[in-house]
Each structure stands twice: as structure tokens, then as C-alpha cells.
């Protein structure tokens, strides 16, 4: 299977081509990663595309980081993702983006227990904690908390890892979700979130107030 994998969720947006290599269990990528102003991820991806020697209607599947994370950056990866399934008739696979990051602290030799922090505005954070061995494997499902159970976690010699982790934590990690991890978990069936319907990943409550009807003066 050829995966193109975006991973737009964090300050860092990457997009990659990921498939499976010739030996069991191996991969052959191809990245880009942004940490600047976005550009179009159609110029993005027809540059990578050049560079792994593949054509657009030879892709399968695409992989999408649903956050949590950048509410707008997830938006605009599921748009894009969306229009192109309907162009090419792809599958769409959706993968957590904090499991990416707890895998991609994995693939970078880290090992033990760490916990994804997330920035999740009005001074809440997601959280999730992961055993990180031959898998990443999660330990504690992700929530919503405060700044001061992350400052609390800290203290208690918590690893603390995600693409902030050292605004709010001195001794955090800085680990960002890459298209090419997220491609690869996708490859493996890992971390996959149904495609048939993709959402961002967010665990608040939608909430609205309606307006009241207009009032016109007689």
C-alpha cells in the first residue's frame, strides 16, 4: 500500500509518501516537513510526490493526523484529504496525533513511560500517557486537564513530551507528530481512527448560544 500521510496538528506541518519496503515489518518514506508560513499543500505534495517517483493516481490511502492539536491545521488536512478521495477514490485513515507523538519519541530511542501534553487553550491540556517499549502503547487514555496537574506531574518526575512541552515544563522534551511516523502507524494498523467519517479529535462539548430573531422598530 503508498500512504500519503499529513500531519498539520502542531507549529511543525510535514506531509509524506510511505510504503512498505522489500523485508518484513520495513518502509521507504519520503517528507517535508514546515515550521514557517504554510504553503499550498497541493505544491507540497506534488514536490514530495516528484521526489518519491510517484504519480498521484498511484496512491491507495491517505493518513490524516486528527489532533488533538491545531484546530485549523487538522481543518484543512481532513478538506484536503476529503476533495482528493472524491478526485481519486482513496481510502482515508485517521490517526491520533498524540499516539503519533508518543511513537515518534519511540522511533527517536526514548523508552519508559511518558506523557503527551498538548495545548488545548483556555489553560487546559490534552494529556495521554504511553509505555514506550517495542510499542508505544497507551496507559492512560487522553483527557483534558489543568496547567497546574501538568506542573503537578512534573514535580512527581513525570517525562513530559509534545510540540510545546518546555513552555510549560523545564525539563519537557520537544517531540513533534511527523507525517512519516503517522504514515508508518497507518501502514501498520496502529492508532487508526475510522475514516468514514473524520473528525478532529476534541473532547470538549460543542456549545453555541443561539441569537435571538432580529428586532425591527415599527
Not at 487538522?74 to 478521495?85: D, E
Not at 487514555?141 to 517525562?159: I, K
Request: charged residues 25%; neutral net charge.
Amino acid at each position: 500500500m503508498k500512504i500519503l500521510a499529513f500531519e498539520f496538528s502542531s507549529p511543525q506541518r510535514s506531509v509524506a509518501t510511505v510504503r512498505a519496503g522489500n523485508r518484513a515489518g520495513s518502509f521507504v518514506a519520503a517528507e517535508a516537513i514546515e515550521s514557517g508560513p504554510a504553503r499550498g499543500a497541493l505544491g507540497v505534495v506534488d514536490e514530495l510526490l516528484r521526489e518519491a517517483g510517484l504519480a498521484r493516481e498511484q496512491i491507495d490511502a491517505l493518513a490524516i493526523g486528527l489532533g488533538p492539536g491545531s484546530y485549523t491545521g487538522i481543518r484543512n488536512a481532513i478538506a484536503f484529504a476529503q476533495g482528493w478521495q472524491l478526485a481519486r477514490d482513496v481510502k482515508l485513515l485517521g490517526v491520533s496525533s498524540a499516539g503519533c507523538i508518543a511513537e515518534q519519541a519511540r522511533a527517536d530511542g526514548w523508552s519508559g513511560r511518558a506523557t503527551v501534553v498538548i495545548d488545548a487553550q483556555r489553560e487546559e491540556f490534552y494529556v495521554a500517557t504511553y509505555e514506550l517499549a517495542e510499542t508505544a502503547r497507551e496507559v492512560e487514555p487522553l483527557r483534558l486537564t489543568t496547567l497546574a496537574e501538568v506542573r503537578r506531574r512534573e514535580q512527581n518526575g513525570d517525562v513530559l513530551i509534545g510540540p510545546e512541552a518546555t513552555r510549560w515544563a523545564a525539563s519537557g522534551r520537544i517531540v513533534f507528530p511527523r507525517a512519516t511516523t503517522l504514515g508508518r502507524l497507518a501502514l501498520a494498523g496502529e492508532h487508526l481512527v475510522d475514516g468514514g467519517k473524520l473528525e478532529p479529535i476534541y473532547l470538549r462539548e460543542t456549545a453555541f448560544v443561539k441569537a435571538p430573531p432580529p428586532r425591527f422598530s415599527a
